[in-house]
């Protein structure tokens, strides 16, 4: 008996062995079904996808560069799909597929629920974030606005004042020898235009103290905050449990509302003052105002949409990402193509020194003399002011080169890098790319600027002579190319806005500036819905030596 029990396997030795048969077995199945998976994805154009978790890993390892990361994949395949835990993105940058997205299947892309829930805290029902008939009054209401002669002229007056003021601090640092921020004075100074030409407000952020506005600061950590949620999967556990980066975003928000209602309630009054004391004729005419009377009108234009104060603070918000975020942050990257094409830079200057005299001779103005020595710098500010004055919406059309290097700045550097949309229904893109409802498609203005299929080999170069004919005239590109401004029914109405702004900022300051960036400075976007500097632009100034 005892030698047939020795011969026989015991107790202890079966289940070990069984377990490991059964380890075996399950990972086997497991490895199978990785080989099945990976094999699924061979052709794949992306990054590679796991289940559950998508591509969330690449992604996120590459979130601080997503855009140049995108520009890799979309330079091999024109359109590339991302999986996430909880939808997927697929990414576009062939003009045709943008077409068909934003033009041609326009109704089947709208904003889309997802998009709406990253960015209902700070943009509300707001233009930006609206779609449907809600949207389509608003674009109504602002398109009859934006079209107003009143308003471009009032935006003439307001643009040239403020780019006096910088252009005052600017001589200010040149005579102390201070490094100064670019990015930061360009956010102060549009910041302060929109204010007062959206709103009648002077808020003074660009007074040669340079204060600290609380309301910008938010208003930036609230950008980049909602940016962080489009790759985030615990945002909203976060937002429920108020705590990391939803926590901050909550009080940022508050700071950003009561900055708001406050200039609300501060126009209101203003308007009730007016008609009190019978001077009708003293209500301002900014954008504001006008959606205020809207709202007391009532109407199926206004009444529904700006009759409280929380229509009118979405209002309120999405005009000023319009109008400070994007223009401040191409005119930050256009100074910085100035300074590292010096060969641009001078003949921009050319055109601009042809320009004052040619607009002076016209005139019978003689222009201020300047020199080096005793009372230059009222000479010298007397001399900015004078060619300020040249500067009328008309002059600033016939500036074709200045227009080109800001159009250039913008193809490779544009203000909303990438623009997602919601699919409504199943969908086929023109390239055969299949899209399903509920996901998200983004057109990808800034990977589309650097495609050779769409601007050439040069397409990588900074070079404002593609955008002039032979005949010496602006040369347009088709809006599904150049998507800087978006395009189809949702193309930006403010595009000739911000160019007036853009063009009599950079007139004056390319006239009588030259700008040195500061020796070790790094000069790299910051990921958030406008691409914006992730360490602003800290330059020196010299001023430009005149006859």
Same mark, same amino acid.
């Given at each position: 008996?005892?030698?047939?029990?020795? +011969?026989?396997?015991?107790?202890?030795? !079966?289940?070990?062995?069984? %377990?490991?048969?059964?380890?075996?077995?399950?990972?086997? @199945?497991?490895?199978?079904?990785?080989?099945?998976?990976?094999?699924?994805?061979?052709? /794949?154009?992306?990054?590679?996808?796991?289940?559950?978790?998508?591509?969330?890993?690449?992604?996120?390892?590459?979130?601080?560069?997503?855009?140049?990361?995108?520009?890799?994949?979309?330079?091999?395949?024109?359109?590339?799909?991302?999986?996430?835990?909880?939808?997927?993105?697929?990414?576009?940058?062939?003009?045709?597929?943008?077409?068909?997205?934003?033009?041609?299947?326009?109704?089947?892309?709208?904003? +889309?629920?997802?998009?709406?829930?990253?960015?209902?805290?700070?943009?509300?029902?707001? *233009?930006?974030?609206?779609?449907?008939?809600?949207?389509?009054?608003?674009?109504?209401?602002?398109?009859?606005?934006?079209?107003?002669?009143?308003?471009?002229?009032?935006?003439?007056?307001?643009?040239?004042?403020?780019?006096?003021?910088?252009?005052?601090?600017?001589? /200010?640092?040149?005579?102390?020898?201070?490094?100064?921020?670019?990015?930061?004075?360009? $956010?102060?100074?549009?910041?302060?235009?929109?204010?007062?030409?959206?709103?009648?407000?002077?808020?003074?952020?660009?007074?040669?103290?340079?204060?600290?506005?609380?309301?910008?600061?938010?208003?930036?950590?609230?950008?980049?905050?909602?940016?962080?949620?489009?790759?985030?999967?615990?945002?909203?556990?976060?937002?429920?449990?108020?705590?990391?980066?939803?926590?901050?975003?909550?009080?940022?928000?508050?700071?950003?509302?009561?900055?708001?209602?406050? @200039?609300?309630?501060?126009?209101?009054?203003?308007?009730?003052?007016?008609?009190?004391? %019978?001077?009708?004729?003293?209500?301002?005419?900014?954008?504001?105002?006008?959606?205020?009377?809207? +709202?007391?009108?009532?109407?199926?234009?206004? %009444?529904?949409?700006?009759?409280?104060?929380?229509?009118?603070?979405? @209002?309120?918000?999405?005009?000023?990402?319009?109008?400070?975020?994007?223009?401040?942050?191409?005119?930050?990257?256009?100074?910085?193509?100035?300074?590292?094409?010096?060969?641009?830079?001078?003949?921009?200057?050319?055109?601009?020194?042809?320009?004052?005299?040619?607009?002076?001779?016209?005139?019978?103005?003689?222009?201020?003399?300047?020199?080096?020595?005793?009372?230059?710098?009222?000479?010298?500010?007397?001399?900015?002011? /004078?060619?300020?004055?040249?500067?009328?919406?008309? %002059?600033?059309?016939?500036?074709?080169?200045?227009?080109?290097?800001?159009?250039?700045?913008?193809?490779?550097?544009?203000? @909303?890098?990438?623009?997602?949309?919601?699919?409504?229904?199943?969908?086929?893109?023109?390239?055969?790319?299949?899209?399903?409802?509920?996901?998200?498609?983004?057109?990808?203005?800034?990977?589309?600027?650097?495609?050779?299929?769409?601007?050439?080999?040069?397409?990588?170069?900074?070079?404002?002579?593609?955008?002039?004919?032979?005949?010496?005239?602006?040369?347009?590109?088709?809006?599904?190319?150049?998507?800087?401004?978006?395009?189809?029914?949702? *193309?930006?109405?403010?595009?000739?806005?911000?160019?007036?702004?853009?063009?009599?900022?950079?007139?004056?300051?390319?006239?009588?500036?030259? !700008?040195?960036?500061?020796?070790?400075?790094?000069?790299?976007?910051? $990921?958030?819905?406008?691409?914006?500097?992730?360490?602003?632009?800290?330059?020196?100034?010299?001023?430009?030596?005149?006859?």
């Amino acid at each position: 008996m005892e030698e047939a029990h020795l +011969g026989m396997p015991s107790t202890t030795a !079966f289940f070990p062995l069984a %377990g490991l048969h059964k380890f075996m077995a399950v990972f086997l @199945v497991f490895l199978s079904w990785i080989l099945v998976h990976w094999w699924s994805l061979r052709k /794949q154009k992306g990054p590679r996808s796991w289940p559950v978790i998508g591509a969330t890993l690449e992604q996120l390892r590459n979130y601080y560069r997503m855009h140049d990361w995108l520009v890799e994949y979309l330079s091999k395949h024109r359109t590339v799909t991302v999986d996430m835990p909880f939808t997927s993105y697929t990414y576009i940058a062939d003009p045709v597929n943008v077409e068909h997205v934003l033009k041609t299947n326009f109704n089947n892309y709208p904003k +889309g629920e997802v998009y709406r829930s990253y960015m209902d805290v700070l943009l509300g029902d707001g *233009i930006f974030n609206a779609d449907g008939e809600l949207w389509r009054k608003q674009r109504k209401t602002a398109s009859f606005e934006f079209a107003s002669k009143n308003l471009r002229d009032f935006s003439t007056i307001v643009f040239r004042e403020y780019s006096l003021k910088l252009s005052s601090i600017l001589s /200010q640092a040149c005579k102390a020898g201070k490094v100064v921020d670019m990015q930061e004075l360009y $956010m102060r100074m549009t910041l302060d235009s929109i204010c007062k030409v959206g709103f009648g407000v002077e808020i003074g952020t660009l007074s040669p103290e340079l204060p600290e506005n609380s309301f910008a600061q938010a208003f930036d950590a609230a950008n980049i905050i909602v940016t962080l949620r489009f790759i985030d999967p615990l945002w909203r556990v976060k937002k429920f449990l108020h705590v990391g980066s939803e926590a901050l975003l909550e009080q940022s928000i508050k700071l950003v509302d009561e900055f708001t209602y406050s @200039v609300i309630r501060r126009r209101k009054a203003e308007i009730v003052q007016a008609r009190a004391s %019978g001077k009708q004729e003293k209500i301002k005419h900014d954008i504001l105002s006008r959606f205020i009377e809207l +709202g007391e009108a009532g109407g199926d234009d206004g %009444g529904s949409l700006f009759g409280d104060d929380k229509g009118l603070r979405d @209002v309120v918000l999405n005009f000023v990402i319009a109008g400070r975020d994007t223009t401040a942050t191409t005119l930050s990257w256009f100074t910085y193509m100035a300074m590292t094409h010096p060969a641009v830079a001078e003949k921009l200057r050319r055109e601009l020194a042809a320009f004052e005299s040619e607009r002076a001779r016209e005139d019978g103005v003689a222009l201020v003399p300047c020199s080096d020595g005793e009372g230059s710098d009222e000479a010298f500010a007397a001399r900015v002011a /004078q060619f300020a004055g040249l500067l009328s919406y008309d %002059g600033l059309g016939k500036l074709v080169y200045l227009h080109a290097c800001v159009t250039e700045t913008l193809r490779l550097y544009p203000a @909303v890098p990438q623009d997602p949309k919601g699919i409504a229904e199943d969908d086929v893109l023109p390239d055969g790319t299949k899209v399903r409802a509920g996901g998200m498609v983004t057109y990808v203005p800034y990977s589309m600027g650097r495609m050779e299929y769409n601007w050439g080999p040069d397409a990588a170069s900074f070079r404002p002579e593609r955008w002039i004919g032979d005949d010496g005239a602006f040369r347009n590109a088709s809006p599904f190319k150049f998507t800087a401004f978006q395009a189809g029914p949702r *193309i930006c109405l403010g595009k000739d806005s911000a160019y007036l702004q853009m063009k009599m900022a950079l007139a004056i300051l390319c006239r009588f500036f030259r !700008f040195e960036l500061v020796e070790g400075h790094p000069v790299k976007y910051r $990921m958030m819905t406008i691409l914006s500097m992730a360490h602003g632009l800290k330059v020196r100034v010299s001023r430009v030596p005149l006859a």
